[in-house]
T-cell receptor, first 112, second 114 residues
Framework: AQSVTQLGSHVSVSEGALVLLRCNYS??????LFWYVQYPNQGLQLLLK??????LVKGINGFEAEFKKSETSFHLTKPSAHMSDAAEYFC??????????FGTGTRLQVFP | NAGVTQTPKFQVLKTGQSMTLQCAQD?????MSWYRQDPGMGLRLIHY???????DQGEVPNGYNVSRSTTEDFPLRLLSAAPSQTSVYFC?????????????FGNGTRLTVT
């Protein structure tokens, strides 16, 4: 079965600092990978997805992620954090053709 | 468009009671799914459907039933609620298979079983 591991359940950064949220996947074949964001009391929204077209994927709100096969990683970054980025972020991997398996999530706090 | 609508928003049940969590989408999506979200465990797939009349089990299906009689609706039934089913439940839909299209999530149902 596919799985994703998100290192760090909580990450805190200052406004304007680099955001780095880590995700490693387990897969014997190139997977489809996703990052979703959840704001308080809401469902999840898609930030970006990797489907093998390009290793560097740009998403909404200035986020991007790089697929590194050698490291089995798909870390999420943003050069400069904004207060509105405070949320919970989930990495997810496709399993088969019709399942999406989520990681345990990383809560991002942004301090002024 | 309303998107994915879940009802109720909150529910408290006693152990052994049954109930149905409703999910409806107005985007004509073929794919629908149910997840539960628990602290420290992320989202876990309960059941999913790739079209009307077709359902399948996810990671944690025990204690839950689903049916898909129409494209729009995908109710989740708890037959005999247990405290371990206290969670936040999310319904999600997608235009194609889950890996190919973004999932559209409802705002969740917070369920407490006492």
């Amino acid at each position: 079965a596919q799985s994703v591991t998100q290192l760090g359940s909580h990450v805190s950064v200052s406004e304007g600092a680099l955001v780095l949220l880590r995700c490693n996947y387990s897969s014997s074949v190139p997977p489809y990978l996703f990052w979703y964001v959840q704001y308080p009391n809401q469902g999840l929204q898609l930030l970006l997805k990797y489907t093998s077209a390009a290793t560097l994927v740009k998403g909404i709100n200035g986020f991007e992620a790089e697929f590194k096969k050698s490291e089995t990683s798909f870390h999420l970054t943003k050069p400069s954090a904004h207060m509105s980025d405070a949320a919970e972020y989930f990495c997810a991997v496709s399993e088969g053709t019709d399942k999406l398996i989520f990681g345990t999530g990383t809560r991002l706090q942004v301090f002024p | 468009n309303a998107g994915v609508t879940q009802t109720p928003k909150f529910q408290v049940l006693k152990t052994g009671q049954s109930m149905t969590l409703q999910c409806a989408q107005d985007m004509n999506h073929e794919y629908m799914s149910w997840y539960r979200q628990d602290p420290g465990m992320g989202l876990r797939l309960i059941h999913y459907s790739v079209g009307a009349g077709i359902t399948d089990q996810g990671e944690v299906p025990n204690g839950y039933n689903v049916s898909r009689s129409t494209t729009e609706d995908f109710p989740l039934r708890l037959l005999s609620a247990a405290p371990s089913q206290t969670s936040v439940y999310f319904c999600a839909s997608a235009e194609g298979s889950s890996y190919n299209s973004p999932l559209h999530f409802g705002n969740g149902t917070r369920l407490t079983v006492t």
